[in-house]
């Protein structure tokens, strides 16, 4: 049973099902939460407005939704989803990317926004293959199929592997992101996910 606060609603996390990024953080009530789950697209309650909210009926970044679940206390929903676009209002990908300041995530040595940036990244390219804009590298190299990305992914490891031996630290730091980078688009041609290679990695610590 969904618990409700005093106002009838409750707080709603986006999290992208692709790369388990977290994409924003809104609120739901008894009528958003049903039509979400009969729609199989975000809708929250708007609390400024005072109204309900269909995510992306205005800017076209709509939220597909494909779970909701409820904490332990069954008073925060996830909302696992698959983004058509940005999710926050500012064009980001995610609503979180402001670093607080004095925050302990330098004792830990811990660098702000790295995983998060292939996160972004791939969202970037799967918001091409979805909606193919004119003059875009990756959704023009989407379009001619898994076989042409895959010759780029071996061109790409091609130079990683001559920088590596006769070329600079830094060139072989670009060859690498090169790599990187077609890489996260055959994922896509493939209709694969990062998440899958983190999960094939994970196993390898055994």
């Not at 390219?125 to 959704?139: F, L, M």
Request: net charge negative; aromatic share 6%; proline share 4%.
């Amino acid at each position: 049973m969904v618990k409700f606060d005093e106002q009838g609603l409750i707080p709603a996390i986006a999290q992208d099902a692709r790369t388990g990024q977290v994409l924003m953080v809104a609120h739901m009530n008894a009528e958003s939460l049903q039509r979400t789950l009969e729609s199989g697209q975000a809708w929250f309650w708007s609390r400024s407005r005072r109204e309900l909210w269909h995510k992306g009926a205005t800017s076209g970044s709509f939220l597909n939704v494909k779970s909701v679940t409820a904490d332990c206390d069954s008073d925060v929903l996830l909302l696992q989803v698959e983004p058509e676009g940005p999710a926050c209002h500012t064009g980001a990908v995610s609503c979180f990317f402001e670093p607080v300041q004095g925050d302990a995530t330098a004792a830990f040595g811990v660098t702000l926004g790295s995983p998060d940036a292939m996160a972004e990244l791939f969202a970037t390219i799967e918001a091409r293959k979805t909606h193919q804009p004119d003059g875009s590298y990756v959704a023009s190299l989407l379009k001619a199929g898994p076989q042409r990305v895959a010759k780029k992914v071996a061109e790409e490891g091609g130079e990683v592997a001559i920088a590596a031996v006769s070329e600079s630290d830094d060139r072989v730091v670009s060859e690498v992101a090169d790599l990187w980078f077609h890489s996260l688009i055959l994922l896509a041609s493939r209709n694969l996910t990062p998440g899958q290679v983190w999960a094939e990695l994970e196993s390898r610590k055994r």
